[in-house]
């Protein structure tokens, strides 16, 4: 089981930076990626920044230069650095992990609360 619990949301002005969160509590199972998604209100959840367990990452186009994910092994812990916050950054931020347990064939996903990001013009 995987419980994911994200911090850092908050309302902040154009231009400003926020720091997210994630820890992911696990119980026997191995976490092999971690990322962040996001979803404004009538629109589909986005990847925005995954990082897997290899330490490659990749960025949804529009934040590129502006976020960074990075992880800590050992804590089982997700961070993403958001610079030049813009307002269509809005958008409540979920914590993705994908993790299996030594039986297992394929992974599982799971899924944090979320938080609100709110940027204003």
């Known amino acids: 089981q995987v419980q994911l619990v994200e911090s850092g949301g908050g309302l902040v002005q154009a231009g400003g930076s926020l720091r997210l969160s994630c820890a992911a509590s696990?119980?026997?199972?191995?976490?092999?990626?971690m990322g962040w998604y996001r979803q404004a209100p009538g629109k589909e959840r986005e990847v925005v920044a995954v990082?897997?367990?290899?330490?490659?990452?990749r960025y949804e186009d529009s934040v590129k230069g502006r976020f960074t994910i990075s992880r800590d092994y050992a804590k089982n812990t997700v961070y993403q650095q958001m610079e030049s916050l813009k307002p269509e950054d809005t958008a409540i931020y979920f914590c993705?992990?994908?993790?299996?347990?030594?039986?297992?064939?394929?992974?599982?996903?799971?899924w944090g609360p979320g938080t609100q990001v709110t940027v204003s013009s």
């Open positions: 993705d992990a994908r993790g299996k347990r030594r039986g297992w064939q394929s992974l599982r996903e799971y």
């Open positions: 696990v119980s026997r199972i191995n976490i092999y990626s």
């Open positions: 990082v897997g367990s290899d330490t490659n990452t």
